[in-house]
């Protein structure tokens, strides 16, 4: 298989789509377009309209205005057709669903669009092999979401929508699903959309992210423009750790807005920690607090009766009561650099 060669204009359209629920709009408005083999993350608060948007562009449930359109073609709504949904997009959710009465090798072959060869090799992958002549309620709750996926991914899918399928999933079975679905976007341009609540599924895994709020995109960027220069303290809270320093803190003086009158939202990563004064333009501080998590440590530094967060490596070599001198690293590594 060769690897996809991206198309440059829109592929999936959302024009003006906006929704009603029960008389309440939990979509307004929502206008965006990207092209082909892209990974599209999603997130928002409970209620904020990211399964409505998915389940509108898979066809499953109507907008009251504005439409969808996939390669210039319109989508079809469950009120325009016997049986919802559209071909070539596929919806997967949390909750794993297989045919009741069925052998796993039924289910897969079922609406199999791939070869055979291709297709024993995403089994293999997905680690399916062993359960294809079981019935489908004799697989355990993971091994029905593999199955699941798989046997979306066996149609070769133009679309895969996923709506928080992978939140019961351990960190393993979730890495073999993601490998998968990676090599389904570079191989066939498979478009993927994904709606979650966690902030690492955009890493390494989004060309673009969409924050919605209340029915509305109130952000629609790269991940990281999104998360080093969120919007509003809803988005900032979304992606992960973030304080406010005060406008008239010190700390200001480290970045380009020091001459605003605004506070600035700011994440640990947006600072190096270091021991010596190594530039002209860094502030002294005292580590009061140290925390350690899986791939760094998170250390709390006082710095003029405020406490600031900075992310460093584990093997940094930091103690509480060190005196450090705390930089703006993004004076001094490319953007791709920062760790997030």
């Known amino acids: 298989m060769t690897n996809h060669q991206k198309n440059t204009f829109p592929f999936l359209e959302v024009n003006d789509v906006s929704t009603q629920v029960d008389g309440n709009w ?17 997130m928002g608060e409970t209620g904020s309209g990211k399964s409505t948007l998915l389940k509108v562009i898979a066809g499953l449930e109507m907008c009251d205005k504005g439409a969808v359109f996939v390669d210039g073609i319109t989508l079809k709504g469950p009120q325009d057709q016997l049986i919802p949904g559209n071909p070539g997009i596929c919806y997967m959710n949390q909750h794993a669903v297989l045919r009741n009465n069925y ?59 996923l709506d928080e399928p992978f939140s019961n999933l351990d960190q393993i079975n979730k890495s073999v699903m993601w490998n998968v679905i990676d090599r389904f976007v570079q191989s066939y341009g498979m478009l993927v959309i994904l709606a979650t609540h966690d902030p690492s599924d955009i890493w390494n895994r989004a060309e673009a992210l969409m924050i919605l709020q209340n029915g509305l995109v109130v952000d629609f960027d790269e991940p990281r ?23 008239d803190h010190p700390l200001n003086h480290l970045f380009e807005e020091s001459d605003s009158v605004q506070d600035l939202i700011v994440r640990p990563s947006h600072f190096l920690c270091k021991k010596k004064l190594s530039v002209k333009k860094a ?58």
């Open 225 to 247: 423009n999104i998360y080093f220069n969120p919007s509003s303290h809803y988005v900032a809270g979304l992606l992960g750790d973030y304080q406010l320093i005060p406008a």
């Open 103 to 161: 052998k796993i090798h039924e289910i897969l072959d079922r609406h199999r669009a791939m070869n055979q060869e291709d297709a024993d090799q995403l089994y293999q992958e997905m680690g399916i092999t062993h359960l294809m002549h079981r019935w489908s309620d004799e697989a355990s709750g993971g091994e029905k979401q593999r199955v699941l996926l798989a046997s979306l991914l066996v149609t070769k899918p133009k679309i895969l929508l």
């Open 26 to 42: 939990v979509l307004k408005n929502i206008n965006f377009h990207v092209s082909d083999g892209e990974r599209v993350v999603i």
């Open 283 to 340: 502030i002294k501080g005292r580590v009061v607090g140290i925390q350690s998590f899986d791939h760094y440590r998170m250390l709390e530094i006082e710095i003029h009766h405020f406490n600031l967060k900075v992310s460093v490596a584990l093997h940094d070599q930091f103690e509480k009561g060190d005196q450090v001198f705390v930089e703006n690293a993004f004076e001094y590594f490319p953007s791709e650099d920062i760790n997030t």
